[in-house]
């Protein structure tokens, strides 16, 4: 057992001899740099040669000392002594070009000048180092980068080499994509299959663009075996961008779906409870998204630690003054027009005019510049070219949100109870002790609030300025119309099927097309269905 | 026939008459007035298209209850029309197409714009066209019941439409820089005082006979039907009446007249793009009849002429007051005067018998 254990130990102590000694081997520092030192432009290349072609073995501290070296050669820092000793000077001081120890500069000392063809080689020895010294990914993924623009003159098991060092995913894939690339171009069919079949795992339309450059060349249909692999490979990539650009459409169409909800639902309810339309709800939207503003303005001031939070601390801020605002609005004039329908259109209007003036004059007419913040930045690639991003699902997930908590109100509060009593009818709701003027307020109230929260969820994705409102209304009354009037369900229902419709016409007629054949279609629908697609009942 | 001409028609009526009158007599210099100024004329003639087109949605809106918030829509088909014609006759004149159709790289014109050479062909589409166009909307609207609030958000939402329909430029008619370029109106030059003058008389003309006309209708038996609809539509249906075609007729009608204030106030502007679709400015229309007062044309006359002329004098005095000046209006008037500023005379007389009477004791509210 001990003997065993023993003969082990000193194998591996012998290879890790073995691996030290070739590492040590592996370059030649003097060599490199007396070549460097040259006085003819061959002979630097001929250097910078040398260190390309060992990069693939070095150990992190020779790549870091052929890093610094070259470094110096490209900034006029590496000074030759008469009698081949070399020096880097830097602001750290004076270093022996060899051991990177303290040293002193020699006596009649010159920089070499990189020619033009040795600063190409310069940056791609620079890229390939970096792959194997210690340096942060990014470096890494920017070398990468590099060396996928030169790849000519590589030393073949670079990638493979450097494949075997990376950790981090970015590079790595990175890598991987180089190296199908240079497979691309060699000669053995083999070795192009294999790359074509690495180019199609990553199924966006840019690749399959790329694949069917390749058909096209010549070079790859003279072989059945990779022209067979390259037709796979472009059916393969084709299916999953489809499937992609389906789900994409589908996501879009939600988030579309989700603002149009998110503006319709309180003009919904407060028409279906009180014949009346809010031509304000736009500017209630408006309002929503300048108070989530002026909450992240205070955060910025009073508490810049919780700044990134600021689309969730204003929820609440921005329900209690949008949902005051409405109540005002209630109590002010709706009020006193309850028998002239027809004049709260022009009442509502009156006020946005009003509320669009006021903002202009208190905050300007130009967009306001919201914060991203770290969590609402970016997407996931899922497949394809489908791109989850997370501020467009923020305004799924938040109208998601609305929508339970609204029906969570409308079904389990006694306020639920007695605006669907009121809604359904409103002299008899009167008769059994309901107050249905407070029910009117507190309704208006509730609707408004929703609609600031609209807008709250809008402010990351739509541009804030005062006019921003007056787009939604007409749009929000036809979903109204469609899901039927007072119908939580319609709505929602209503929503999605709009922007669905939009999103699914758009890219092909263009957003006017979109515009005019959603109205053709709910005025057709309400030929149909004048109640709307879900009716409510009530006697009225 | 008392009921056509009361104080208010006789007093409109007597205004316009003078202007009609006035107008290309003092042009001709018949009669020594002071200089006539271009830009009051033009004012002048602009402000009674506006009436005109305030007094189209009067009539469906004060005879019939029902608020259109889209006639914007027929406003600037009929203005459309007439900008073909004048853009064809400049074309006859100049032989120089119009930039919009040289932007899209159109060698000429379309071959059916030459329907619009003719003056009275122009003249039949304007008022055939968006009769048509009103009559298809209101078929399909009003014989599903669309009505009241839901009706008038319809008409926005139509005109609405229309308006991102004509911002493409590939539609047809100019894009968002619509068309201009206009040579002559009837023989005279553009941007004349002899063609302003004829155009604010033609103006002052058509709104008094819609005036008187609209009135007579009003009065007769056609109009007590409209009223009745207004009033309590399902009752009139029940008596066996069948208010489709009434309310349709009425329809169209208004938006006839409203297409003849749009041929009538583009030659004045120079100009017609799609911003007079713009659904703000057929809500504000209803304005203009709101603050004035319903049902007698007059009103809309009012209120036309007194918001637009504060609109034109407070647009060079102070623009940013202007916003805040007609919303404080608009919710002055709908919470204090129900029927507007014809309401001020009947209300103020009940205030005063109030004021000497002292407060009643007021009942509890049920």
Same mark, same amino acid.
């Given at each position: 057992m001990t003997a065993m254990m023993r003969r082990v130990a000193a194998g591996v102590l012998l290879a890790m001899m073995a691996v030290a000694s070739a590492r040590a081997e592996a370059i030649d520092r003097r060599a490199v740099l007396a070549q460097l030192c040259g006085t003819g432009a061959a002979e630097s290349l001929a250097g910078l040669r040398l260190l390309l072609d060992a990069a693939p073995g070095l150990s992190p501290a020779d790549a870091q000392w052929g890093l610094a070296v070259a470094a110096a050669f490209s900034g006029k820092a590496l000074h030759c002594g008469a009698n081949g000793e070399a020096v880097l000077t830097g602001p750290g001081g004076t270093v022996d070009?060899?051991?990177?120890?303290t040293g002193a500069l020699p006596a009649d000392s010159r920089a070499p000048l990189p020619s033009l063809r040795a600063r190409v080689v310069l940056e791609q020895v620079s890229a390939a180092l970096t792959l194997f010294a210690d340096t942060p990914a990014r470096d890494r993924l920017a070398a990468v980068r590099t060396l996928g623009r030169r790849?000519?003159? =590589?030393?073949?098991?670079l990638v493979p080499a450097a494949l075997e060092r990376a950790h981090d995913p970015a590079v790595v894939s990175a890598l991987r994509d180089m190296q199908a690339e240079a497979g691309l171009h060699a000669a053995d069919p083999q070795r192009r299959i294999d790359a074509i079949r690495t180019i199609g795992d990553t199924a966006t339309s840019a690749t399959a663009t790329r694949l069917r450059a390749l058909r096209a060349d010549p070079a790859f249909s003279a072989d059945p075996a990779v022209s067979a692999a390259l037709d796979g490979a472009i059916a393969r990539v084709d299916r999953r961008v489809a499937i992609g650009n389906a789900l994409s459409l589908l996501y879009n169409g939600i988030s579309a779906g989700s603002v149009l909800f998110m503006s319709a639902v309180g003009l919904a309810i407060i028409f279906g409870l009180m014949?009346?339309?809010? =031509?304000a709800q736009g500017e209630l939207i408006m309002l929503g998204a300048y108070v989530t503003y002026c909450v992240q303005q205070a955060l910025v001031m009073a508490a810049p630690a919780w700044v990134d939070w600021y689309p969730l601390l204003a929820i609440p801020v921005v329900f209690v003054i949008t949902g005051a605002a409405g109540v005002v609005i209630e109590l002010a004039v709706i009020r006193h027009l309850y028998q002239r329908p027809l004049m709260t259109l022009l009442a509502t209007w009156a006020i946005s005019l009003l509320l669009i003036n006021l903002v202009r004059v208190g905050f300007g007419t130009q967009n306001l510049q919201f914060m991203t913040p770290p969590w609402l930045r970016g997407g996931v690639n899922l497949v394809g070219d489908f791109l989850v991003t997370w501020n467009h699902l923020f305004a799924i997930g938040f109208a998601a949100l609305a929508l339970l908590a609204t029906a969570a109100l409308l079904r389990l509060t006694d306020l639920g109870l007695f605006i669907r009593a009121v809604t359904q009818n409103r002299g008899m709701a009167g008769c059994v002790g309901i107050s249905s003027r407070r029910i009117d307020m507190a309704a208006f109230g509730f609707g408004a609030g929703l609609a600031g929260l609209g807008g709250l969820a809008l402010s990351p994705i739509y541009n804030v300025?005062?006019?921003?409102?007056?787009?939604f209304i007409i749009d929000s009354f036809m979903v109204v119309v469609l899901g039927g009037v007072g119908s939580l369900a319609g709505t929602a229902l209503a929503s999605l099927g709009v922007g669905l419709v939009n999103v699914g016409i758009e890219p092909y007629y263009g957003a006017v097309a979109a515009k005019v054949i959603a109205l053709l279609l709910i005025i057709l629908i309400i030929q149909w269905r004048p109640e709307g697609l879900v009716a409510t009942r009530g006697r009225r | 026939m008392s009921g056509v001409l009361d104080r208010g028609t006789l007093t409109a009526g007597g205004l316009l008459g003078l202007v009609i009158v006035l107008l290309p007599l003092s042009a001709l210099g018949v009669v020594p007035l002071p200089a006539l100024p271009i830009y009051g004329v033009n004012l002048l003639g602009q402000i009674m298209c506006f009436a005109l087109l305030a007094m189209s949605v009067d009539l469906m809106?004060?005879?019939?209850?029902v608020l259109s918030l889209g006639h914007g829509l027929f406003f600037a088909f009929g203005g459309y029309l007439c900008a073909m014609h004048l853009l064809r006759t400049a074309f006859a004149e100049t032989h120089v197409l119009p930039d919009f159709l040289l932007f899209m790289g159109?060698?000429?014109?379309?071959?059916?714009?030459?329907?619009?050479?003719?003056p009275a062909t122009t003249a039949l589409a304007i008022l055939a066209l968006p009769a048509l166009l009103a009559f298809a909307f209101g078929y399909v609207s009003f014989r599903s019941r669309v009505n009241g609030v839901y009706f008038s958000i319809i008409t926005q939402a139509l005109t609405y439409t229309a308006m991102l329909l004509m911002f493409?430029?590939?539609?047809?008619?100019?894009?968002?820089?619509?068309m201009t370029g206009f040579r002559s109106v009837a023989g005279l030059p553009a941007g004349s005082l002899p063609a302003a003058v004829l155009l604010a008389t033609l103006s002052g003309c058509a709104v008094l006979v819609v005036l008187l006309g609209g009135r007579l209708l009003l009065a007769s038996r056609f109009g007590r039907l409209l009223t009745a609809i207004r009033d309590d539509e399902p009752r009139l249906r029940f008596l066996g009446y069948d208010t489709l075609w009434l309310k349709l007729a009425a329809w169209c009608l208004s938006a006839c007249i409203a297409a003849v204030a749009g041929a009538l106030y583009v030659p004045q502007v120079g100009i017609i793009n799609?911003?007079?679709?713009?659904p703000a400015l057929s809500l504000e229309i209803a304005v203009w009849v709101a603050i004035g007062g319903r049902g007698g044309l007059c009103g809309a006359i009012l209120g036309a002429a007194l918001i637009n002329g504060a609109k034109f004098w407070l647009a060079g005095a102070a623009p940013t007051l202007w916003p805040f000046v007609l919303s404080l209006l608009v919710l002055a008037v709908v919470l204090l005067l129900p029927n507007g500023l014809l309401d001020l005379r009947n209300r103020s007389r009940a205030w005063m018998t109030d004021l000497s009477r002292g407060p009643l004791p007021r009942l509890r509210a049920p």
């Open positions: 070009a060899a051991t990177l120890q790849s000519d003159g =590589l030393p073949a098991n014949g009346v339309i809010n =031509l300025n005062p006019t921003m409102g007056t787009g | 809106w004060g005879g019939a209850g159109h060698g000429g014109f379309p071959s059916w714009w030459s329907l619009f050479d003719s493409r430029n590939d539609t047809g008619f100019g894009g968002n820089n619509g799609p911003s007079l679709l713009d």
